[in-house]
């Protein structure tokens, strides 16, 4: 089902379907521009387990932790949205609005450091989620789950572009001390009518650039994550996103082409459609040929920058930006130390009780 609504504070401006939907229901004709603002529903969700693996070579990390499934951040471009296709819910706008926490995260964490044979690895937080989107406030599950990380010396990245990571500068100092922390700041504009049509309950781009300077006094490393680059939406930005975050004191930069898989490619394209008329095709045409014609190329090695003569600009502009600026270009994650974990009960074993 399509709603065909522009909600103020939401992105997605349609409700497709998840491609696993046991039931579709088609709205009445008119029906669609007499919808009410949908709320936020937020809801707990137990884990049997709470680490993810990948084994992608375009990512650099291999062990994940989500602590939320859907983002009121509501970013058209979230390429997590075709996650709530597995609960036979919308990647439109159910993915924001239907939001689930994992309140037993923290025990879930501490099962599997506690079985014989952990072996320790960095653990990334908010690779497709946000973990500090505005349920954090409420919930405090990220806060838990970073205390159990500084309490054992676990290495933690985490990837974000909400400000109310600035709360937990306290836990974060203390673990970058110890080379055990890093983080990736998101920031895809510096336009803020863009940013609010595009990622509607983000804070804007100048929130963003003082948190990263405020990380980055407090000596967290601290990395701006330049994605996703939109043909003909922000691909302009480029340079100025660049400056702007070597102005705030980032140490490096790294950049995703925009990528559509599954449902997100009708979301993306009705979000275009809406609030860019006179250049949707132009986009999508762009996005086709960075990706070999087809609308998504999900192959390793390109379905994060994209091929051919546009996307290899896009490179080449970007290294140039980073190195005129200083900034180190490529990877978002720094190398932690991965030899002072300290496993659970350690601490009492040692004591000689």
Same mark, same amino acid.
């Given at each position: 089902m399509s709603s065909g609504t522009v909600h103020k504070g939401r992105g997605a401006v349609s409700a497709p379907d998840g491609r696993f939907a046991r039931q579709?229901?088609?709205?009445?004709?008119?029906?669609?521009?007499?919808?009410?603002?949908?709320?936020?529903?937020?809801?707990?969700?137990?884990?049997?387990?709470?680490?993810?693996?990948?084994?992608?070579?375009?990512?650099?990390?291999?062990?994940?932790?989500?602590?939320?499934?859907?983002?009121?951040?509501?970013?058209?471009?979230?390429y997590a949205r075709p996650s709530h296709s597995y609960l036979d819910l919308s990647p439109g706008i159910d993915f924001e609005t239907r939001i689930f926490y994992k309140p037993d995260a923290a025990t879930r964490l501490l099962d599997a450091w506690e079985k014989p044979g952990y072996e320790v690895e960095?653990?990334?937080?908010?690779?497709?989620?946000?973990?500090?989107? /505005?349920? @954090?406030? *409420?919930?405090?599950?990220?806060?838990? #789950?970073? +205390?159990? %990380?500084?309490?054992?010396?676990?290495? !933690?990245?985490?990837?974000?572009?909400?400000?109310?990571i600035e709360r937990d500068i306290d836990l974060l100092e203390r673990l970058a001390a110890k080379q055990l922390c890093s983080v990736a700041v998101s920031l895809p504009t510096m336009d803020d009518q863009l940013k609010r049509i595009m990622e509607p309950r983000v804070s804007s781009a100048k929130s963003r650039l003082?948190?990263?300077?405020?990380?980055?006094?407090?000596?967290?490393?601290?990395?701006?994550?330049?994605?996703?680059?939109?043909?003909?939406?922000?691909?302009?930005?480029?340079?100025?996103?660049?400056g702007a975050a070597a102005d705030a004191g980032a140490a490096g930069a790294s950049y995703i082409f925009l990528?559509? /898989?599954? @449902?997100? *490619?009708?979301?993306?394209?009705?979000? #275009?459609? +809406?609030? %860019?008329?006179?250049?949707?095709?132009? !986009?999508?045409?762009?996005?086709?040929?960075?990706?070999?014609?087809?609308?998504y190329d999900h192959r390793y090695g390109l379905r994060q920058t994209g091929r051919g003569a546009y996307a290899d600009m896009l490179a080449a502009r970007f290294r140039t930006a980073c190195r005129k600026r200083g900034l180190i270009a490529g990877e978002y994650q720094r190398e932690l130390d991965r030899t002072r974990f300290i496993k659970p009960g350690a601490q009492q074993l040692g004591l000689g009780f």
């Open positions: 579709t229901i088609e709205a009445e004709p008119g029906e669609e521009r007499v919808q009410s603002a949908p709320e936020t529903v937020l809801r707990a969700m137990r884990a049997e387990r709470i680490i993810a693996t990948n084994d992608s070579p375009d990512v650099p990390f291999n062990r994940s932790i989500n602590p939320y499934q859907g983002c009121e951040h509501g970013c058209i471009y979230c960095p653990i990334t937080l908010g690779a497709n989620t946000d973990p500090y989107q /505005p349920a @954090e406030k *409420k919930t405090r599950v990220t806060r838990e #789950l970073i +205390e159990l %990380f500084d309490r054992h010396e676990h290495p !933690v990245s985490i990837i974000t572009k909400g400000t109310l003082r948190t990263i300077r405020r990380l980055v006094d407090a000596g967290i490393p601290t990395h701006a994550l330049i994605a996703p680059i939109i043909p003909a939406i922000n691909d302009k930005e480029i340079e100025s996103l660049i990528r559509l /898989p599954h @449902e997100l *490619k009708s979301i993306f394209s009705d979000w #275009l459609r +809406e609030h %860019f008329p006179d250049r949707a095709a132009h !986009v999508l045409s762009l996005v086709r040929e960075a990706s070999g014609g087809k609308d």
